[in-house]
Nanobody
Framework: QVQLVESGGGLVQAGGSLRLTCVVS????????????MAWFRQTPGKGREFVAG???????FYLDNTRGRFTISKDNYKNTVYLDINNLRPDDTAVYYC????????WGQGTQVTVSS
């Protein structure tokens, strides 16, 4: 079983930055992060989870169109950790952010709340 724990969210003003962290733990964590495409998703009240950024096993990254240029996904296979750096935050980035594989195969973590004030 693999567990996902997200952190790093908070309340920031528009234009600010955050680094979100997802720690992958469990017996197969290293194999999961090393061989799977990992991704960040976000969810706002009343909406389903939306993909925002992904990183392949080889380190290639890809993004939702309206996050490209402001979001950067990275990972550290040795630390079993996936990161999401968000710059120039906008109020419409307000959401709970989650990580998972892409396509999703793991149980969801608790997420981390990002709130952007205008």
């Amino acid at each position: 079983q693999v567990q996902l724990v997200e952190s790093g969210g908070g309340l920031v003003q528009a234009g600010g930055s955050l680094r979100l962290t997802c720690v992958v733990s469990g017996r197969t964590a290293k194999r999961t992060i090393g061989s799977s495409t990992m991704a960040w998703f976000r969810q706002t009240p009343g909406k389903g989870r939306e993909f925002v950024a992904g990183i392949g096993s080889a380190g290639n990254s890809f993004y939702l169109d309206n996050t490209r240029g402001r979001f950067t996904i990275s990972k550290d296979n040795y630390k079993n950790t996936v990161y999401l750096d968000i710059n120039n935050l906008r109020p419409d980035d307000t959401a709970v952010y989650y990580c998972n594989t892409n396509p999703t195969t793991l149980s969801w973590g608790q997420g981390t709340q990002v709130t952007v004030s205008s």
